[in-house]
């Protein structure tokens, strides 16, 4: 007991010491350390923010400047990329943008993958399909991948406001 009390206090002598002595050059270090902003992300973060750079929060003139073909709808627009691609953007009653639904039909290859869309890939039911939805608080969305069975699946990729 004696011995383990003058180990614990050999250490927290040795300790303050090395404190003491190293405070005046790491002032100036933890200052900075304490000041700067953190580059690392929240650990809840979404991977997949937008859609050709449509994104949740967006206004309807907005995304009809960036996207061609777009078919107007009241609370709604749908797009025609390909056979392969579409779209469907929801709007609340002030123009912004709550909802991006995207297909992939048929040529999967053309689809994201899982690890691109929720940061992880996904383990495919015994028939191929596959389903996870992600919710990020902080981001104030939520974004699904879902994959029907089949030889020629439909990719679903979802993002929508919380």
Known sequence: MIKGN???????????VSICSAQTGSQKQLATAVNA??????????????YRGVAIGMAANEVRSKLDGIKKGQGQDMLVFSD???????????NKVTAISIDYIG???????????????????????????????????????NRTAGDKPIVTITIQKM
């Not at 003058?6 to 303050?16: F, K, M, P, S």
């Not at 392969?84 to 002030?94: G, L, N, W």
């Not at 040529?107 to 691109?116: H, Q, R, V």
């Open 6 to 16: 003058i180990v614990r206090a050999t250490l927290l002598t040795l300790a303050i």
């Open 37 to 50: 902003p953190a580059t690392k992300a929240p650990a809840n973060a979404p991977v997949y923010t937008d």
């Open 84 to 94: 392969y691609e579409t779209a469907q953007i929801y709007y609340d009653d002030k």
């Open 107 to 145: 040529d999967s290859s053309k689809a994201p993958t899982p690890e691109t869309v929720l940061g992880a890939a996904l383990q495919a039911k015994p028939d191929g399909s596959m389903y996870q939805l992600n919710r990020y608080p902080e981001a104030g969305y939520w974004v699904s991948y």
